[in-house]
């Protein structure tokens, strides 16, 4: 990771942590990148613990059924509609599955 893709994670670190501040968050991603961003969530090794989590049949892919199932044990209150939202953003290339790179990408960078 080189120093610009440092700064532009610390910069949208910030400001959707303003955001959760000053505003409700009514989208379903925003609303997850807020639970993944609490002061006890921020480490890169956290994330990757809690995508290891959810991938519960250990391919390193998440699939609807995984993500669904590891925010409901995580205490991420989201309908099922609000899920299929989420994972269809996660899911940037289109196989029906959800790699760490895209959840990563998906969950800090938000692009």
């Known amino acids: ?36 961003l609490t002061p006890d969530s921020w480490e890169l090794n956290n994330m990757c613990s809690v995508f290891r989590m959810m991938d519960s049949n250990g391919n390193c892919f998440l699939d609807f059924d995984e993500l669904w199932k590891g925010f409901s044990n995580s205490g991420v209150s989201m309908d099922q509609q609000d ?14 599955t959800v790699d ?6 998906a969950v800090w960078v938000h692009i």
Do not use: W
């Not at 959760?20 to 639970?35: G, I, K, N």
């Not at 899920?83 to 029906?96: A, C, I, L, N």
């Open 1 to 36: 990771m080189n120093i610009s893709t440092v700064f532009l994670v610390c910069l949208c670190l910030c400001v959707t942590l303003e955001m959760a501040v000053t505003s409700e968050v009514t989208d379903p991603v925003e609303q997850y990148r807020l639970h993944c």
């Open 83 to 96: 899920t299929v939202t989420v994972f269809k953003y996660f899911d940037r290339d289109g196989s029906r």
């Open 100 to 105: 760490i790179g895209e959840y990563l990408v």
